[in-house]
Each structure stands twice: as C-alpha cells, then as structure tokens.
C-alpha cells in the first residue's frame, strides 16, 4: 500500500451549503491545505444507489440498486475488496446499508453491527447504525462526535490502510425542516465543528483525507432527480495529489478508482472513469 485514506461522507449536503456553511473546510481551501470541488451524484441520487456507486465505481443502471428499498449484496469489485487483494486493512463506521452491500445481506442486529473479521475478502472492522424508526417525528441518528471518535479508535487500534465514515444526521435534518431556516445552519456548524478537530489528527496519524457528501438536497428536503440541488455537492481533499482546475465538476463515478488509485492499488476494469487526483 503506498498511502493510506480516510472517505468521511456527510449525507445529504448540496454545494451552496458546503461553500457558504463550512468555515473550517473553506478556511484549508483559502490556506492551500486542502483543494476543493464540485461533484455530480449518479441517478437517481437517492442514498443506496449513491452508496453502491461510490464504492463500486459503477451506475445503479450497471448495480442494480434502484432506491433505498432495493438493498442486496453487490457483486461488483469495490474499493473494500481491492484493498483486501492488496493486503490492505479496511474499517467502516457507517449506515449498516454499507455492511449489506459489500459484506453479507441482510443485516443481522445482533451479529452486524459491530464485528472484527481480520480475514474477511472485504470489512474487516465494521460499526454500524441502523436508524431503525427514522421519520418525520425522530431521525433516529447517532451523535456525530461518536462516530468521529470510533473512526479514530479504529484506525489506532487496527491500523487501517482505508477507512469510511457515513453519517445521515444533515440528511435527516434536512428531510425534517428543509434547507432554508436557521436549524439546518446550525445543524451544518454543530457538525462542522465537530468534525473540524479531527482532520489534523488523521493527518499527522498518516492519512490522506476526503470530505464529500453522497448526494445534495433541495429546499423542501428532496433528492432523488436529475437536478443540480439534488445532485451536486463539495468534494475536499487534504494530501499531496493534484487535482483538475477547482472549477471542474467531478463525476462521482470517479471517486472510486481515484481512492484506490491513491492507495497504490490499479482500479478494476469495471471502474471506467479516470482518476481525479494525480501525483
């Protein structure tokens, strides 16, 4: 493995959000200690089907998983498999859609949602949230400190050569109240300021970082359409690699063939688009 990488997706955050909410993040673009893009989620830009691609490089057309309701075990190549050929180490703290996706499906409450399988083809160290009884009236979402922190404790105690961490919580929020009020922007600051502390941290541990979302998000709290609200969002990164001109939009078909790219790992033929990030 030539680096180590960690993909931190916070879900459901359009592109003005990003560029006018998160000061910390603007603030390393300002500095030069990060670059940052726009990217374009697959269609639909509903959440599984967005998850799926961004880790198998592949279009829902191609993997089949048409909305939330159409979750399965993937069978294409994915950024967790090729780390494994690698020798590599991977952890997830995330939705346990992910665990189902690229582990073992369905998801088993009392099994899946914490395990440590050292030699599995695929997660090798998985925390999962499953948000069971999510609507309008609670969004059922853990404490975004929490999950920062797990991914933390992870990478210290297995040494992971690629990590992820999913959160809902902006997403949930902002199917509750919609964009434009002063709750969502609260809500986008309390994460924020949270998440902010520990980009060094994972830095000086040794990882390159990427700070995206899954998809965007309209004012009344709807994504799904082909529609720049609901489709496009931020994408920073914080390592050595050079990017395109800031002003390129990025498909999020190349995120995963770019993340393996980084790791010194050749992206299977199935991932068609080109990396984004070059030494």
Not at 11 to 26: A, I, K
Not at 232 to 252: E, I, S, V
Request: aromatic share 10%.
């Amino acid at each position: 493995m030539d680096n180590k990488l960690l993909l931190i997706i916070l879900d459901g955050v359009p592109w003005r959000d990003w560029t006018r909410l998160f000061g910390n993040l603007e603030g390393w673009v300002a500095s030069g200690h990060a670059q940052r893009w726009r990217m374009r989620s697959v269609l639909p830009s509903i959440s599984a089907s967005c998850y799926a691609s961004i880790h198998t490089g592949v279009s829902p057309q191609e993997h089949g998983v048409t909305g939330n309701s159409n979750v399965f075990k993937l069978d294409h190549p994915d950024i967790f498999s090729e780390v494994r050929k690698a020798g590599g180490v991977t952890g997830a703290v995330t939705h346990s859609f992910w665990s189902e996706f690229f582990n073992r499906h369905p998801f088993d409450f009392i099994r899946d949602i914490e395990y440590d399988e050292p030699e599995s083809n695929s997660i090798n160290h998985g925390r999962f949230h499953t948000m069971t009884g999510a609507g309008h009236g609670s969004t059922m979402t853990p404490s975004d400190v929490d999950l920062f922190a797990t991914l933390t404790n992870l990478c210290h105690r297995f040494d992971l050569d690629y990590g992820i961490l999913h959160t809902c919580t902006l997403d949930s929020l902002g199917h509750k109240f919609g964009h434009d009020c002063t709750g969502f922007d609260s809500a986008c600051f309390v994460m924020e300021e949270m998440l902010s502390p520990f980009i060094p941290k994972w830095i000086d541990a040794g990882y390159e970082v990427i700070v995206t979302a899954d998809h965007g998000q309209t004012d009344r709290g709807h994504h799904g359409g082909h529609e720049d609200l609901q489709q496009d969002f931020g994408l920073y990164y914080f390592g050595p690699a050079k990017g395109p001109d800031p002003d390129t939009l990025l498909d999020q078909l190349a995120l995963a063939p770019t993340i393996l790219s980084r790791l010194g790992i050749a992206p299977p033929a199935s991932m068609k688009v080109k990396s984004f990030l070059a030494d």
